[in-house]
């Protein structure tokens, strides 16, 4: 064995409810080897088919690893290298010039590229803080369910994945748990094998819905009005749990009088389903216990996402599911971890001194960027600083944003491991290091450990952390902070508060937070009154782009389209890892064969997806994973890599959720011909 061989503990990075713990071998500065922690609970050895090839995305040829100056026209892709001090001199000078006038008028545009509370907002936030630049409403991808959740439980909480294999009925609803949640679905598999009944709740039929009992495929924007039918069914066949209710649940009486409003029929009739369904999977719920909920993201990317899942929220409060430990409802279990983070220490709000910039939402991104500024808006737009996040592909109506990045007076600087399709938008490209370089601290949307993520190799290139960069660029501007000296180390290691063992945390990488078993057996809800919150009554809210709301624009674009992720890639992180690539194959539309038949079109034909706000071209796929009346347009693909340079956020539209200010992705409509 080599003398310079050695393992570090690290943690995955990315937006993925697992977080899963992982141990780095090295040789030097060589990767040997990248597994998950067999000792962990819930990442219990293995990794997920992206992460498991994380060595290719850090050593990937294509790797930006030196400063880039734009030499060519915006959307290009045309850069020559620079040095460091060349770049942040000018970059510095550039932001100091527009903050003389109205630094409000500079954006940060960042997410979840690493959900790493080091690289992601810590010294970013510093120096936006010390700034004054504006701030950024981080709505695209869990707002409204996150707002629901909370307006319901009092925070982003829920059950322990790992009882789930404990539990006698699982509802997955709105989630393609192979994808997007592997080791959830070990623990469902478990419970499978133990004689658990699986039920996929969900528009499209994905692998996961096909090995599940039973799948139901019903309109998307419409589980409120499925969570309201199932309550209808617990009332008039008496399976409350009225102790329950009246001990911990506020606002029964009028959510029990609208409940009553929607008999199976009516809420068959709302979610496109048979009316028996509804009896059926409501007998099922009330009649099973210990019954369990793993809800997730994507059933909430519609207008009224943050009422359907306040609604579903509330179900397992209406039976007593949480009187188990393996009963309940698992959405978010984040907010365990908020008391253990040093929020306000690690990003510095003070620094604002007094100060309330106005808050840019990244969802509306595209209107914001073509806005000329002025009263109810703000000063007009002149830098955008983007970094974990790739917006020209991700973000809604992309027609806009890519119109928005191209505008000559915008000075963009990204921070990134690759070109982009943002980055080909920028002026200066810096080169960001990967989780393999860097120092970290994790807490987990998915379970109930925190991780630390210790470097296992020095940067490749010249890339350094999104951390020191804005420490480089502080000192350029002029920050005499002591807060802007301190190290990505010291700010990993002061992350957590004393809540938590540190001790076993820097043992092992890892270590549990303190949440109970059942942890709302006897009510305990974070809210005000202890209790589950059904007041303000929850509604169910139509979708912005429907039959029913819309009828004029649904005669002319009838299908509505979903844009669920490809399953071997993370949103538009993986897209250029060419393995990862060949396995999807093209950009595709899946369609239900009548649909399909009745314009003629075939599996494998390529087609022309469009409604008013652009068209994109791909590849039909007629493989029985649609629903009647509508299509899913995988994604993230970045535009790039597309057909005629685009992907399925040409089409969607920048309308917003009912809570959260969030984007409304599944809210979509389209037609379909060949192309």
Same mark, same amino acid.
């Given at each position: 064995?080599?003398?310079?061989?050695?393992?570090?503990?690290?943690?995955?990075?990315h937006?993925?409810?697992?977080?899963?713990?992982?141990?780095?071998?090295?040789?030097?500065?060589?990767?040997?080897r990248?597994?998950g922690?067999?000792?962990?609970?819930t990442?219990?050895g293995?990794?997920?088919?992206?992460v498991?090839?994380?060595?290719?995305?850090?050593?990937?040829?294509?790797?930006?690893?030196?400063p880039?100056?734009?030499?060519?026209a915006?959307?290009e892709g045309?850069?020559?290298?620079?040095?460091?001090?060349?770049a942040?001199?000018?970059?510095?000078?550039?932001l100091?010039?527009i903050?003389?006038? %109205?630094?409000?008028?500079?954006?940060?545009y960042?997410?979840?590229?690493t959900?790493?509370l080091?690289q992601?907002?810590s010294m970013?936030?510093?120096f936006?803080?010390?700034?004054?630049?504006s701030?950024?409403h981080?709505?695209i991808?869990?707002?409204?369910?996150?707002?629901?959740?909370a307006a319901?439980?009092g925070?982003?909480?829920?059950?322990?994945v #790992?009882h789930?294999?404990?539990?006698?009925l =699982?509802?997955?609803?709105?989630?393609? @748990?192979?994808?997007?949640n592997l080791?959830?679905?070990?623990?469902? %598999?478990?419970a499978?094998?133990?004689?658990?009944?699986?039920?996929?709740?969900?528009?499209?039929?994905t692998?996961? +819905?096909?090995k599940?009992?039973?799948?139901?495929?019903?309109?998307?924007?419409?589980d409120?009005?499925?969570?309201l039918?199932?309550?209808?069914?617990?009332?008039?066949?008496?399976?409350?749990? #009225?102790?329950?209710i009246?001990r911990?649940?506020?606002?029964?009486?009028?959510?029990?009088?609208?409940?009553? #409003?929607?008999?199976?029929?009516?809420s068959?009739a $709302?979610?496109?389903?048979?009316?028996?369904?509804v009896?059926?999977?409501a007998?099922?719920?009330?009649?099973?216990?210990p019954?369990?909920i793993?809800?997730?993201?994507?059933m909430?990317?519609?207008?009224?996402?943050g009422?359907?899942?306040r609604?579903?929220?509330?179900?397992?409060?209406?039976?007593?599911?949480w009187?188990?430990?393996?009963g309940?409802?698992?959405? @978010? +279990?984040?907010?365990?971890?908020?008391?253990?983070?040093? @929020?306000?220490?690690? %990003?510095?709000?003070?620094?604002?001194?007094?100060r309330?910039?106005r808050?840019?939402?990244?969802?509306?991104i595209g209107?914001?960027?073509?806005?000329?500024?002025? $009263?109810?808006?703000?000063?007009?737009?002149?830098?955008l600083v983007?970094?974990?996040s790739?917006?020209?592909?991700?973000a809604?109506e992309s027609?806009?944003?890519?119109?928005?990045? *191209?505008?000559?007076?915008?000075?963009?600087?990204?921070?990134?491991?690759?070109?982009?399709d943002?980055a080909?938008? $920028?002026?200066?490209?810096?080169?960001?290091?990967?989780?393999?370089?860097?120092?970290?601290?994790?807490?987990?949307?998915?379970?109930t450990?925190?991780?630390i993520?210790?470097?296992?190799?020095?940067p *490749?290139?010249?890339?350094? @952390?999104?951390?020191e960069i804005?420490r480089?660029?502080a000192?350029?501007?002029?920050?005499?902070?002591?807060?802007?000296?301190?190290s990505d180390?010291?700010?990993?290691?002061?992350?957590? &508060?004393?809540?938590?063992?540190h001790?076993?945390?820097?043992?092992?990488?890892?270590?549990?937070?303190?949440?109970?078993?059942?942890?709302?057996a006897?009510?305990g809800?974070?809210?005000?009154s202890?209790?589950?919150?059904?007041?303000?009554?929850?509604?169910v809210?139509?979708n912005?782009?429907?039959?029913e709301?819309?009828?004029?624009?649904?005669?002319?674009?009838?299908?509505?389209?979903?844009?669920?992720?490809?399953?071997?890639?993370?949103n538009s992180?993986f897209?250029?890892?060419?393995?990862?690539?060949? =396995?999807e194959?093209?950009?595709?539309l899946?369609?239900h064969?009548?649909d399909?038949?009745?314009r003629g079109?075939?599996?494998?034909?390529?087609? *022309?997806?469009? &409604?008013?706000?652009?068209?994109?071209?791909c590849?039909?796929?007629? &493989?029985g *994973?649609a629903?009647?009346g509508?299509v &899913?347009?995988?994604?993230?693909?970045?535009?790039k890599?597309g057909?005629?340079?685009?992907?399925?956020?040409?089409?969607?539209? #920048?309308?917003?959720?009912?809570?959260?200010?969030?984007?409304?992705f599944?809210?979509?409509?389209?037609?379909?011909? +060949?192309?």
């Amino acid at each position: 064995m080599s003398e310079s061989l050695r393992t570090v503990h690290a943690a995955c990075p990315h937006d993925c409810p697992d977080t899963c713990a992982m141990k780095v071998t090295v040789d030097g500065e060589r990767i040997v080897r990248i597994q998950g922690d067999p000792d962990h609970l819930t990442t219990h050895g293995a990794l997920c088919t992206k992460v498991s090839r994380y060595a290719e995305r850090t050593d990937h040829p294509e790797r930006v690893l030196t400063p880039l100056r734009r030499v060519g026209a915006k959307g290009e892709g045309r850069f020559e290298p620079v040095s460091w001090d060349e770049a942040l001199d000018d970059i510095a000078a550039r932001l100091a010039a527009i903050a003389a006038r %109205q630094p409000e008028a500079i954006v940060p545009y960042s997410y979840a590229g690493t959900m790493g509370l080091v690289q992601g907002e810590s010294m970013a936030a510093r120096f936006w803080h010390r700034l004054g630049a504006s701030r950024l409403h981080r709505s695209i991808c869990a707002e409204a369910g996150g707002e629901g959740l909370a307006a319901t439980y009092g925070g982003k909480l829920g059950m322990h994945v #790992q009882h789930f294999a404990e539990s006698r009925l =699982i509802l997955v609803w709105g989630s393609h @748990s192979i994808a997007s949640n592997l080791h959830f679905w070990t623990y469902a %598999q478990a419970a499978k094998r133990a004689g658990a009944k699986l039920i996929a709740i969900d528009p499209r039929r994905t692998e996961t +819905a096909e090995k599940c009992h039973q799948h139901l495929a019903l309109r998307p924007g419409t589980d409120g009005a499925l969570a309201l039918g199932l309550m209808h069914e617990l009332i008039t066949q008496g399976w409350l749990d #009225q102790d329950y209710i009246d001990r911990h649940v506020e606002g029964w009486p009028a959510l029990r009088e609208l409940a009553l #409003q929607w008999p199976p029929e009516r809420s068959a009739a $709302a979610c496109g389903l048979t009316a028996d369904e509804v009896r059926g999977l409501a007998r099922d719920y009330a009649t099973t216990a210990p019954a369990a909920i793993r809800l997730n993201y994507g059933m909430q990317r519609v207008r009224g996402g943050g009422n359907a899942v306040r609604l579903i929220a509330l179900l397992p409060c209406l039976t007593g599911a949480w009187r188990h430990r393996a009963g309940g409802l698992l959405l @978010s +279990a984040s907010g365990w971890a908020a008391p253990a983070k040093r @929020s306000a220490w690690l %990003q510095r709000p003070d620094l604002l001194a007094g100060r309330q910039p106005r808050t840019v939402n990244m969802s509306t991104i595209g209107d914001a960027l073509l806005h000329p500024g002025g $009263a109810g808006f703000g000063p007009k737009i002149e830098a955008l600083v983007v970094y974990n996040s790739n917006p020209v592909a991700v973000a809604p109506e992309s027609g806009k944003v890519v119109a928005g990045f *191209r505008r000559e007076d915008l000075f963009t600087v990204v921070l990134e491991h690759f070109l982009t399709d943002t980055a080909d938008h $920028a002026d200066y490209v810096l080169p960001a290091t990967t989780q393999l370089e860097h120092w970290d601290a994790h807490t987990s949307y998915g379970h109930t450990w925190v991780l630390i993520n210790q470097p296992a190799i020095p940067p *490749r290139g010249q890339s350094r @952390s999104n951390a020191e960069i804005f420490r480089q660029l502080a000192t350029r501007m002029g920050f005499t902070e002591p807060c802007f000296q301190d190290s990505d180390e010291a700010l990993a290691r002061g992350a957590f &508060n004393d809540s938590i063992d540190h001790a076993a945390l820097w043992r092992d990488g890892w270590t549990r937070l303190p949440v109970p078993d059942a942890p709302f057996a006897d009510g305990g809800f974070a809210t005000p009154s202890g209790k589950a919150l059904a007041t303000p009554l929850p509604e169910v809210v139509l979708n912005h782009e429907c039959q029913e709301a819309t009828p004029e624009l649904a005669a002319r674009y009838p299908l509505a389209m979903i844009s669920p992720p490809a399953r071997h890639f993370l949103n538009s992180t993986f897209v250029n890892v060419k393995s990862l690539r060949a =396995i999807e194959g093209d950009p595709c539309l899946e369609m239900h064969a009548d649909d399909a038949a009745a314009r003629g079109l075939a599996d494998g034909q390529p087609v *022309r997806v469009f &409604n008013d706000r652009g068209e994109h071209h791909c590849v039909l796929r007629v &493989n029985g *994973r649609a629903r009647p009346g509508v299509v &899913n347009g995988l994604g993230v693909w970045w535009r790039k890599f597309g057909r005629n340079g685009t992907n399925v956020n040409e089409l969607t539209h #920048q309308q917003l959720t009912d809570l959260g200010q969030a984007p409304s992705f599944y809210d979509c409509l389209v037609e379909v011909t +060949a192309l």
